[in-house]
């Protein structure tokens, strides 16, 4: 009898194990939709890979996630849905390897969309095209409303808090990075890594996102929010360290296409080290453009206008400082940008909205191959005792360049812009804010404070190529 009653305790044992596991296995965290039919999982990850070559997936509750996450979304097998997180977290996202690209909850999404999620812990480590969300986007793939709360993202080439890289065409939009962020090579940027190359038709659009996590490169290219960008860049906000080679609190290098409009960086700028020492800026660190060997990658290229920005973040650069773009090569639109850092310095250049404007290189494209930079409605705070540099100025350092002044202020279809060609040949060092220059422009006379350098030409050798 006793061993009878032994039999069926260890029964009745067994049974509830079982049940308690059954249980945990069917509760479900994810359903995905393909046309009429939805399907609920108790997978995230068999969730997604439902959906790869289209559909809906989306989260039903908060989800931890247990061991390694496989990244969902290959070279020959991209994620093409929709990944909508409905508001809730991802706790737990942990991808150890570091030889391997494409690394994210997705590796590449291919004209899909990821949207509405929240990652608390992360710890995503890959080679190339690192992100928490996405490694890449392709094909106007777009991710909106992300969330990373911390954890740390690292790599070695195009690392981002949120994306690793978006190729011609595709957006990130309305999201944060609390993540720590690093590069071992370069391209590493607090939202996106790098946001890069053209084609005809397509864009790139980086908006409303905000970056509170500290982002170092080891190597070229680290910004607050992407580091190599040919994308519009706008409405963005960083508050963190940003620390590498041409770096800047919003974009590290902006190149051949864009705009950088609207943006606020209050977070410290530091060049570490490196040999290609091109720029340090509040906003952007260089801004320049491809020449031959890369015109097949950019089909569109035209002049890059930074516009409506602010920074109030210490600047200090390896050879150039600017309190908006360490370094401007060729063209480029600069207005209605404000600078408010208490200090900033650089080894050669440094100036209050740009540190340093060169023409030596020559583009591919034909606009920007112009020289041709449009400057005005800019203002710095900084003291010019406060810039340190071989060669400084309180506004933009031109090295004897000309330049293109707007004088003409709220333009109307009566009183269309106008532009005044400002070449500055003398040697003097302008030590002084200038006062106000009034001219007859045929619709009223017009004021305009005018600081501008013209002490380059006796620094000439002292060019970066």
Same mark, same amino acid.
């Given at each position: 009898?006793?061993?009878?009653?032994?039999?069926?305790?260890?029964?009745?044992?067994?049974?509830?194990?079982?049940?308690?596991?059954? !249980?945990?296995?069917?509760?479900?965290? !994810?359903?995905?939709? %393909?046309?009429?039919?939805?399907?609920?999982?108790?997978?995230?990850?068999?969730?997604?890979?439902? !959906?790869?070559?289209?559909?809906?997936?989306?989260?039903?509750?908060?989800?931890?996630?247990?061991?390694?996450?496989?990244?969902?979304?290959?070279?020959?097998?991209?994620?093409?849905?929709?990944?909508?997180?409905?508001?809730?977290?991802?706790?737990?996202?942990?991808?150890?390897?570091?030889?391997?690209?494409?690394?994210?909850?997705?590796?590449?999404?291919?004209?899909?969309?990821? %949207?509405?999620?929240?990652?608390?812990?992360?710890?995503?480590?890959?080679?190339?095209?690192?992100?928490?969300?996405?490694?890449?986007?392709?094909?106007?793939?777009?991710?909106?409303?992300?969330?990373?709360?911390?954890?740390?993202?690292?790599?070695?080439?195009?690392?981002?808090?949120?994306?690793?890289?978006?190729?011609?065409?595709?957006?990130?939009?309305?999201?944060?990075? @609390? @993540?720590?962020?690093?590069?071992?090579?370069?391209?590493?940027?607090?939202?996106?890594?790098?946001?890069?190359?053209?084609?005809?038709?397509?864009?790139? #659009?980086?908006?409303?996102?905000?970056?509170?996590?500290?982002?170092?490169?080891?190597?070229?290219? $680290?910004?607050?929010?992407?580091?190599?960008?040919?994308?519009?860049?706008?409405?963005?906000?960083?508050?963190?360290?940003?620390?590498?080679?041409?770096?800047?609190?919003?974009?590290?290098? /902006?190149?051949?296409?864009?705009?950088?409009?609207?943006?606020?960086?209050?977070?410290?700028?530091?060049?570490?080290?490196?040999?290609?020492?091109?720029?340090?800026?509040?906003?952007?660190?260089?801004?320049?453009?491809?020449?031959?060997?890369?015109?097949?990658?950019?089909?569109?290229?035209?002049?890059?206008?930074?516009?409506?920005? %602010?920074?109030?973040?210490?600047?200090?650069?390896?050879?150039?400082?600017?309190?908006?773009?360490?370094?401007?090569?060729?063209?480029?639109?600069?207005?209605?940008? /404000?600078?408010?850092?208490?200090?900033?310095?650089? $080894?050669?250049?440094?100036?209050?909205?740009?540190?340093?404007?060169?023409?030596?290189?020559?583009?591919?494209?034909?606009?920007?191959?112009?020289?041709?930079?449009?400057?005005?409605?800019?203002?710095?705070?900084? &003291?010019?005792?406060?810039?340190? @540099?071989?060669?400084?100025?309180?506004?933009?350092?031109?090295?004897?360049?000309?330049?293109?002044?707007?004088?003409?202020?709220?333009?109307?279809?009566?009183?269309? &812009? #106008?532009?005044?060609? #400002?070449?500055?040949?003398?040697?003097?060092?302008?030590?002084?804010?200038?006062?106000?220059?009034?001219?007859? @422009?045929?619709?009223?006379?017009?004021?305009?404070?005018?600081?501008?350098?013209?002490?380059?030409?006796?620094?000439?050798?002292?060019?970066? #190529?």
């Amino acid at each position: 009898m006793k061993k009878l009653l032994a039999t069926i305790l260890a029964l009745v044992m067994a049974l509830s194990v079982t049940t308690i596991s059954w !249980a945990s296995e069917v509760e479900n965290v !994810a359903q995905t939709t %393909k046309g009429n039919t939805t399907t609920q999982y108790s997978s995230l990850a068999e969730a997604l890979n439902a !959906a790869k070559d289209g559909g809906t997936v989306e989260l039903l509750k908060n989800v931890t996630l247990t061991g390694n996450w496989t990244t969902v979304g290959t070279e020959t097998e991209p994620f093409k849905g929709t990944f909508d997180g409905k508001g809730y977290t991802i706790t737990g996202l942990t991808i150890p390897t570091s030889d391997n690209e494409y690394m994210g909850l997705i590796g590449i999404l291919d004209g899909g969309t990821v %949207k509405n999620v929240k990652f608390a812990s992360v710890s995503v480590t890959g080679k190339n095209d690192v992100g928490t969300a996405v490694g890449r986007i392709i094909n106007g793939g777009t991710v909106s409303g992300v969330r990373v709360l911390d954890g740390t993202v690292s790599g070695a080439k195009r690392v981002g808090g949120v994306v690793g890289s978006i190729i011609a065409d595709g957006s990130a939009l309305n999201c944060t990075n @609390a @993540a720590t962020v690093t590069g071992s090579v370069y391209n590493v940027g607090g939202i996106v890594g790098a946001a890069y190359y053209t084609k005809t038709g397509k864009q790139m #659009h980086i908006t409303d996102c905000k970056n509170n996590g500290a982002v170092t490169s080891s190597g070229m290219g $680290a910004g607050g929010i992407v580091g190599l960008s040919a994308a519009n860049v706008s409405g963005n906000t960083n508050t963190a360290a940003v620390k590498g080679t041409e770096v800047g609190g919003i974009v590290g290098e /902006q190149k051949s296409y864009g705009s950088v409009t609207n943006n606020t960086n209050s977070g410290a700028v530091t060049y570490t080290s490196g040999e290609n020492t091109y720029g340090a800026g509040g906003i952007i660190g260089w801004l320049r453009y491809h020449g031959t060997s890369e015109a097949s990658a950019y089909e569109v290229s035209d002049i890059i206008s930074v516009t409506g920005n %602010k920074n109030s973040g210490s600047v200090t650069g390896g050879n150039d400082a600017g309190g908006i773009v360490g370094t401007v090569y060729n063209s480029a639109v600069i207005m209605n940008n /404000q600078n408010t850092a208490a200090s900033f310095s650089a $080894a050669t250049f440094a100036a209050g909205i740009v540190g340093n404007y060169q023409t030596v290189e020559t583009p591919a494209a034909e606009a920007p191959a112009q020289n041709k930079l449009t400057f005005g409605s800019n203002t710095s705070t900084t &003291p010019l005792e406060q810039i340190t @540099a071989q060669c400084k100025d309180l506004l933009i350092y031109t090295n004897g360049n000309p330049i293109i002044e707007e004088v003409v202020p709220d333009p109307t279809p009566e009183q269309p &812009p #106008h532009y005044y060609y #400002h070449p500055t040949t003398d040697t003097k060092t302008d030590t002084t804010k200038g006062s106000p220059k009034t001219f007859d @422009a045929g619709v009223g006379i017009y004021a305009v404070t005018a600081v501008l350098s013209v002490t380059g030409m006796a620094w000439t050798a002292k060019k970066r #190529h």
